[in-house]
């Protein structure tokens, strides 16, 4: 459940060292069919401090180029207006688990899967509050997950198997993107009921926020793709 988004009204912030990936990025976002208003951002060309204070809906960013002082300054100028955050990656290797905690992205998308259409499912979806993760990423998320128990001899369940159904519903609607109330609203229990749950579910599977929390559950198959 998410909330319809009019794509014509949003304001996008690009910001990409690489001059040929942002200039391909920003013709995506333009053409063929307009996605929104865009504005780059060069963080290595200076652009950093122009940044401070201006509001967006979204930043668009590379998860590689996090690692660069630049590109880290811009990010958070933008984030600190309430811009939501949509990384691209380098495939499973490329997602940073300290760097979606730190900035609580709200989504993740393979390079090797960009172009218009994707690009937009994405936007649309991260707009309408839901956690997005590309397709082939996230099934690759779930391979690497299985092979890594079969080379430490876990072939037991897996750690989000001590979740109860309850929370495993709880779960589900985070990922969908749904506040504590509107989860409230959805399965008629208590908003402490289930700050609870989502407490809970954070401490069975390890981890320090929702964003995190939805990651893991599809390494481990608690979600489906």
């Not at 172009?115 to 937009?120: E, G, I, K, V």
């Not at 990651?215 to 481990?220: I, P, S, T």
Request: proline letters at 3%.
């Amino acid at each position: 459940m998410g909330t319809q988004v009019d794509q014509t009204q949003l304001s996008i912030a690009l910001v990409l060292e690489n001059a040929l990936q942002r200039f391909g990025v920003e013709g995506m976002i333009r053409f063929p069919d307009r996605l929104g208003a865009v504005q780059s951002f060069n963080p290595g060309g200076g652009q950093a401090c122009s940044a401070a204070g201006k509001r967006f809906d979204l930043i668009l960013t590379a998860s590689a180029e996090l690692a660069t002082g630049r590109t880290r300054e811009t990010v958070r100028a933008l984030c600190a207006q309430g811009a939501r955050l949509l990384l691209l990656v380098d495939g499973p290797d490329g997602i940073d688990a300290a760097a979606l905690a730190e900035y609580e992205a709200q989504g993740v998308l393979d390079w090797s899967e960009l172009d218009p259409q994707t690009l937009r499912e994405a936007v649309l979806d991260v707009m309408a509050g839901k956690f997005h993760v590309s397709g082939t990423l996230a099934r690759q998320l779930l391979v690497r997950a299985g092979q890594a128990s079969v080379r430490g001899g876990q072939v037991g369940a897996p750690a989000g198997a001590a979740l109860t159904p309850r929370e495993l519903e709880v779960l589900r609607l985070v990922a969908e993107g749904l506040s504590n109330k509107q989860v409230s609203r959805q399965l008629e229990i208590s908003e402490h009921g289930v700050k609870r749950h989502v407490g809970n579910v954070l401490t069975k599977l390890n981890c320090p926020n929702r964003t995190l929390a939805v990651v893991r559950a599809l390494e481990d198959g608690l979600l489906a793709v």
